[in-house]
């Protein structure tokens, strides 16, 4: 019997563990490029704002 509990438990570490690293690769990865098209839409939107703007208020921003 502890023998089976020790080998549940092993079990169970070895899946809550990241394998490798591979799983925390994984969510940087996701996150980067989360965020990578969060600042593509954002300067979409940016851009966009200023095509709007009339020439003489685009001077005064930059």
Not at 19 to 34: E, L, P
């Amino acid at each position: 019997m502890a023998s089976a509990l020790g080998d549940v438990l092993l079990w169970s570490l070895g899946r809550l563990l990241p394998h490798g690293g591979q799983r925390t690769a994984r969510r940087n990865a996701w996150i980067a490029m989360s965020e990578g098209v969060a600042r593509a839409r954002q300067r979409q939107e940016a851009e966009t704002a200023l095509t709007l703007l009339p020439a003489d208020a685009r001077r005064k921003l930059i």
